[in-house]
């Protein structure tokens, strides 16, 4: 299977955990660190991921 990643993707591997890394570029790109909190929703076949402020 060949795949393309395009300029705003980026291809990740799931842990055995069940856990992915966010890449640099995304997190810079939301200004997100180590302690943020985010969102996953499901549509349909894909997954969306939301920066989520608490306070």
Known sequence: MIMTVQQNEELVKITS?????IPIQFR??????????V??????DHLILKK????
């Not at 955990?17 to 890394?21: A, D, L, V």
């Not at 969102?39 to 349909?44: A, D």
């Not at 989520?52 to 306070?55: A, E, S």
Request: net charge positive; glycine share 12%; aromatic share 8%.
């Open 28 to 37: 810079k790109f939301l200004e997100l660190q180590k302690g943020d909190y």
């Open 17 to 21: 955990g069940g856990t992915i890394s």
């Open 39 to 44: 969102k996953i929703m499901m549509n349909q």
């Open 52 to 55: 989520v402020l608490i306070t």
